[in-house]
């Protein structure tokens, strides 16, 4: 294993956090940052901002010149190889004279999967990988799960008071958290490529299921909305009216159905959805062809699931959701609420344990990350 000096940290390190930076802009794409180093000092940087652009080596070398020659390469993902939007970045480091090529981790995409690392060392390039690998890994679970396993990564967004209720028995839910726990809510939305909910959702509450500018508390997000995660609704029976406020925003909404063919499938592509026949499972869209199908055909890397307790129930019950983001605001809703979700669990064996992987106040609410430890099936 190649040993790594401090300095090769600190260069990686600060490749990681240029390639934050394009948290919530790059999708499909993995979000990258590179350094570029000639006798100690940086000569160069750049990062991933979006699909079709530039990528972080190009950016880099583009700041760097003349100076890219004899410099090394700090890049937190292996060194595309292939032609896509753009020319294979492993190319464009050998022309520009680069010595050595230090990544941050191996590319888990089929297409390249190690072979940029092999170009640059056919060319006489010092190619080394695995330095904070477990941070470089950290900024694109999901585009590192669709590679691998053709899913993507699912966050189950949930929120409700300290008794574990999310509306009153009537349905009176607004609002249990707040505003900064709802700033929190725009930017998992705004970081994913599609937000998932169930047409129950879209019937009590209207939503939109947007990312908007104004609630992101961020520099950068008038160019953050841009793009609006894809909006899928589960939608058995296509009881969404045309006239929902989803319908009527930017971006796409795709109503996903299971086959039956009611009276207003004319108006709902009118007023602008796409329609989507899957399988059904016990008489509801199958939630394992959903995730394949946003995978494979549209490219998502990661899916927010936010939605009632029956289809956050579903997800955990079926072993879909990789982790859950829960609000909790510091309040008591009573045993008349509604729960945060459908799970009928009636054995102590059969609970599900919660690893924390988070845990912070956010304004005057408490927000956990959570990654569930689900059980082999037998």
Not at 22 to 44: E, F, Q
Not at 173 to 193: M, N
Request: aromatic letters at 4%; charged letters at 25%; proline letters at 5%.
């Amino acid at each position: 294993m190649t040993a790594f000096s401090i300095q090769d940290r600190e260069f990686m390190a600060r490749a990681i956090r240029l390639a934050r930076r394009g948290l919530y802009t790059t999708a499909p794409n993995p979000r990258v940052g590179c350094v570029l180093v000639k006798d100690g000092l940086i000569v160069g940087e750049g990062f991933h901002l979006r699909a079709g652009e530039g990528h972080a080596e190009v950016n880099a070398l583009r700041h760097a010149g003349e100076q890219a020659r004899g410099a090394t390469a700090y890049v937190t993902l292996e060194p595309c190889s292939h032609h896509g939007r753009t020319p294979p970045c492993a190319e464009g480091l050998i022309r520009a004279g680069v010595a050595r090529v230090v990544a941050g981790m191996v590319d888990p995409n089929p297409q390249v999967a190690g072979r940029g690392m092999k170009l640059l060392a056919e060319a006489a390039v010092v190619a080394e990988h695995g330095l904070l690998e477990a941070q470089a890994r950290e900024l694109n679970p999901g585009f590192i799960k669709r590679m691998e396993q053709g899913m993507p990564l699912v966050t189950l967004k949930l929120a409700g008071s300290l008794d574990g209720r999310t509306a009153m028995r009537s349905g009176e839910s607004q609002w249990i958290t707040g505003p900064q726990a709802r700033r929190q809510v725009q930017r998992l939305r705004a970081r994913s490529c599609a937000i998932i909910s169930g047409v129950e959702s879209i019937l009590q509450d209207d939503s939109a299921l947007t990312v908007r500018e104004t609630e992101l508390g961020l520099d950068n997000a008038a160019e953050i909305v841009c793009r609006q995660p894809l909006r899928v609704v589960l939608d058995s029976r296509l009881r969404t009216p045309p006239d929902a406020n989803i319908l009527k925003q930017a971006g796409r909404t795709l109503l996903v159905h299971v086959g039956e063919r009611p009276g207003n499938e004319q108006a709902l592509k009118l007023a602008g959805a796409e329609l989507l026949a899957l399988p059904a499972l016990d008489g509801r869209v199958d939630l394992s062809a959903l995730l394949r199908y946003l995978a494979q055909h549209e490219q998502c890397n990661e899916v927010l699931v936010e939605t009632g307790a029956t289809l956050a129930g579903a997800f955990v019950e079926q072993q879909l959701a990789d982790r859950l983001v829960l609000f909790m605001a510091p309040t008591l809703m009573g045993s008349d609420g509604r729960p945060l979700l459908e799970l009928p669990l009636t054995r102590m064996a059969q609970q599900i344990p919660l690893k924390v992987l988070d845990c912070r106040q956010v304004g005057g609410d408490l927000c956990f990350t959570l990654q569930p430890k689900y059980r082999e099936a037998d």
